[in-house]
Structures are given as C-alpha cells and as structure tokens.
C-alpha cells in the first residue's frame, strides 16, 4: 500500500494543521514531527487544543485544512491504512464498560481480523502483561480508575500498533496509581513503538517524552528537547525553608542580589514558608547553599522540583496558562463535539 | 504533493471482514444481555401489559362495537399488537447506540480498521432477536386470553414481516441515536414518533369510525397496512394490496434511512 511520506525515520507528520469550531479554533495551524521510537509530549492547558490534534491523527475527525501522515499514511486519505497502524488510548477510558476485560480484549483482536485462536491468547497475554489477570472475568464498570486506563493501554496495544496516541493518559488518577501507569508507557516504549501524548504536567511530560511541544490557543508555542525547554523556562526550582520563618524575605534578597539564581528572580511563597528559586544547573544549587551556610541561615528542608506548566507558560510567553491547570482534572478538555 | 494524491489509495475491507466484525459487535451486544438481563424486561413486559391492557380495558365496547364482545376484540387486536410490539421494541436500538457515543467506546470502534456500516448492523441484528423473543411471548399470551391461532403459517409471515418493518424503522432510530447527544432525548423523541403512528392506526381499532382526516392519515399510515397483513395472514380476508405497500414503505425506508444512518455515523465529529 502506497504510503505518502517515503521517510521512514519520521512516524508522524503533521504540517498546518486547522480545525475550527465555529469561532473557536481548535487548531490554528500546527506543525509538529516526531521521529520514529521516539516519544513525543503535548504539553497545554485545558482547551489549547491537544484533544483535537489527537482525534485528527487517530481519524475521528477530519481537519479543515492542512495534513497529517501517521507512520506514513495520510491520516484524512487513508484512514483504514492508518487505522492499522495506530493504537488509542483517550481521556475517557475507551472500553465496554459491561464487558469483562478478557471479553473486551478478545473483541478488539476479532474487529482486528485476528483468528479467534489468536485473539485469545493475545488477550490472555496482554491480560497478564498489565496485571489484569485476577479481574479478567469482572465487568470493567467494577475495575478501580488504574485499572481501567491500564485495560484501555492493553486494548490500544492488540494490534501491535507502530505509533500510539495517549491522551492525557493519567488525568484523573492519584499518584501511586499515575506512577503505574508511567511504567507501563515506559515499558511500551522499550518495545520500540512510536508514542505522541498529550499532558497538563510537567512531570509527566519529563517522565515520559523525549521531545515537547507547547501549544496555547490551537497554535505551537515552544518545541524542541525537554532539556532544552527546561533551560529556556529555567530549569528546575529549589525550594529552599529556613528555620526561622523570619528569615524568608533576607534569604531572598541575598540570593538575588548575588545573582546566582537561573533567569528569573526568587518567590516567597509565606503559606508554606519557603523561598522558591529558579535554578539552571548543580553548580547554582551548590552555590546556593555556599550562600546560604557563609551567612549562617539554617534550613529546615531544601528540595528541587520541576517547573509547573504555569511557570513554563509564564516564561515562554510571559502570559499564564490560558487556563488554571488546576481545574477539575476529569473535565473534558475541549467540549466534546 | 499532487503526484503523490493520484497515487494514494486506502484499503478495502473485504466481505468476510465485514461478516467477522459485525459477528464480534453482535457478541458485545448479546454479553450485555447476559451481563445485564434487566435489559430484557422490556421485551418480556411490554406484552404481556399491552395485551392484557387493551383486552380487557378497550375489549368489551370495542368488541361490541365490532357486531361480538371481548373475544370479538382479542381476534382483532392481536394482531394488531404484533404491528405494535416490534415498532415499540425498535426506538431502544437508538437510545442504546447513543449511550455508546457518550461513553468512549465509540472512540474505539471508529479508530479500529473496521466498516463503519458493521457496528450499525450489529446492533441492529442484536434488536431483532429481541423482537423475536417479545413475539414469542406475544403468542403465549395471546392464546392465554383466547386467541386462537388457525393459521400458523399466517402468524410466523405477520412476525416477520413485523420485525422486517421495524428493521427498517430501526435506521431511523440509529441516525436519532448518532445525531442527537442525550439519550434520554433519544427515547422521548422516539415516543414522540411511535405513539401518533401507533394509535393513528388500525392497531387498535377499526378506523371507520374516525373522523375524515384521521381517515386519511390512517390509511396512508404505514402500521395500518402492516396490521390489516397481519390480520388478512392470521384470520383471513384481502392481504395483497396491503402487503405490498407494507413492503414498499420497508424498502423505501431503508434506501433512505440507512445510508443517512451510516453517513451520521462516518461523519460525526
């Protein structure tokens, strides 16, 4: 079968992609690639239009303008080509919530044009593979949030897809339960398969991608290496609590004044009682507490954490979020239309 | 990228592709009964009220009006609830099918590589044999309020032509289904349809009595030609002017309704 995009080092292309809904555009002209084996992030708030970027490359709907190949294929051309290749995981759980996850996955292997011999113990396999043999037998409506979204990754990976869209594939779970789910996508990615996905977080984008791309407002804002992002957004944040609350405002006029914090300048978050200062490398961590021990400060606690997606927002286009990262995180992202 | 346009080309799925998928849709179909056998209360129910219902609160005066009694009545509205059951039983098939947009399952289906038209014709094909069952229970409770069946090769021809009547009908319901959001609008919309066509017939009772303009609408209503078949099959009397404008009606319906069902179905968004 004649695929469009001869390049086999590039698993998804996408080039001016539009979709408008109404007054509201969705996409507003995306570019984006992601190289074979390799996984991508999507990072934006609610509504900056990740959602529709997914459903446009796994053939729910079509653009209005632009294009898009997935492993090849023309996403709007050659929908069942790339309906072969392509494994979904949404934001909602995509399973039949009355069917048991045995029933389930061994449905998905026959649509699949598996032989029932195969859909059986493919479904068996991968029944296993996601710690789901105890509950094969149960209705998916009884399984806990955890297992559900890890029924729905077995049920994307049956047909052995050669790229695989998450959409916000922890969104809604707690964090034991997030952390599963990040060893199951790291192990489908040691088996080479090609992976796009779409975050609120940070983290999770750090724990799982290689490459980012922001988007805001249906449009591509930053892209490029984690590494490289987290150094254009300042690296990471150390949050550093001294003993005497009193002590909060100095520390933080001394730091700035010596200048060794990363692009910004430091935050007195009071509440917590801590002072927050972007940093880029070891050596400004290091010099940090150099400052900190010469002026005879004690700590209580000292800790680094990762810029939030307001804080990457923040310096990539000096505006916040479009929308607060934290709302409900089981909201639909965009109305579904 | 106009040389590459005249050369792209997509798959097609071959027959015994499409008789695969529909089978694996038909077996989620038929393992929520199993797993949800409340869902089949309807089917068992709605007979058995309906009839016991019309007989013996309409039967008296209505068999009187007919030159007899109450079992003046029974001979005439049985089947004319054969009609009436498999229209009733038929609208379900749209709400259940929105439900499965609402939830993501749908997602899944339409990113597989399967035909569109398999998942519509599953479902469908699920709908029938509950249609069976609710007519075997029709018939026990038919015979158990006096009905008395002489012609059995009559009654088995007015059940299915019922069910291949509401088949059609069921196209209807599935694009209701796909072009509407809330279930619950599904099943009222549905009423909205059903009860007017349903009572606006011969079902229930002989429509000379009825004004001229209901008349005409009663004579044009499709459900009217269907269960004066059904009585001409089972009781006797002119069927083949009715028949086939039974059957015409069916055929037009699908030509109509199931490629615009399919096309809702392919295109929404």
Known sequence: MTRIDKNA??????????????????????????????????????????????????????????QASVAGYDVVRQPRQTRRVIGLTGQYASVDEKLSGWEN??????????????????????????????AAKRPANTYSGGMRRRLDLAASMIGRPEVLFLDEPTTG?????????????????????????TTQYMEEAEQLASELTVV??????????????????????????????????????????????GLAATTVDSESGTVLVPILSDEQLTAVVGTVTARGITLSSISTELPSLDEVFLSLTGHRASAPQDAVPTEPEEAAV | MSAAAATVTDTRIPLRGHLRHTGALMRRNLLWIRQDPESMMDAVMMPIVFTLLFVYVFGGSV??????????????????????MSMTLSQGVGTGFCQDFNSGVMDRFRS???GRGSVLIAKVAVEITRMIFAMTVLMIVA????????????MFASVGLSVVFASSIMWGFLTLGVIMKEAQAVQQTGFLILIPLQFGSSIFAPTSS??????????????????????????????????????????????????????????KN
């Open chain 1, 173 to 197: 779970l707690d964090p034991h339960t997030r952390n599963e789910v990040w060893d199951e996508v790291k192990a489908m990615v040691g088996d080479g398969v090609t992976v796009l996905l």
């Open chain 1, 216 to 261: 805001d407002h249906g449009k591509v804002i930053a892209g490029g290496a984690i590494d490289e992002l987290k150094a254009k957004v300042g690296g990471r944040t150390l949050r550093v609590r001294p003993t005497d609350p009193l002590q909060l405002r100095p520390l933080a006029d001394i730091l700035d004044k010596q200048g060794i914090t």
């Open chain 2, 143 to 154: 015979v158990l309020v006096g009905f008395d069946i002489d012609n059995w090769g009559g």
């Open chain 1, 9 to 66: 080092t590039v698993a998804v292309s996408v080039r001016g992609l539009v979709k408008h809904y109404g007054a509201t555009k969705a996409l507003d002209g995306v570019d984006l690639e992601v190289r074979e084996g390799t996984v991508m992030g999507v990072l934006g708030p609610n509504g900056a239009g990740k959602t529709t970027l997914v459903r446009i490359l796994s053939t729910l709907i079509t653009p209005d303008s632009g």
């Open chain 2, 112 to 114: 597989l590589p399967i």
């Open chain 2, 210 to 267: 009825m004004p001229d303009w209901l008349q005409t609408f009663t004579d044009y209503n499709p459900l009217s030609t269907l269960a004066d078949t059904a009585r001409g099959l089972m009781i006797g009397g002119p069927v083949a002017h009715d028949l086939w404008v039974t059957v015409a009606w069916s055929v037009a319906i699908t030509a109509v309704m199931a490629p615009v069902a399919i096309h809702k179905f392919r295109t």
């Open chain 1, 105 to 134: 996955l061994y449905m998905i292997g026959r649509l699949l044009d598996l032989p029932r011999k195969e859909a059986r113990s493919r479904a068996d396999a991968l029944l296993e593979r996601f710690s789901l043999t105890e």
């Open chain 2, 63 to 84: 068999g009187q009006a007919l030159g007899g009694g109450h079992d003046e009545y029974v001979q005439y509205v049985i089947p004319g609830m054969i009609a009436m």
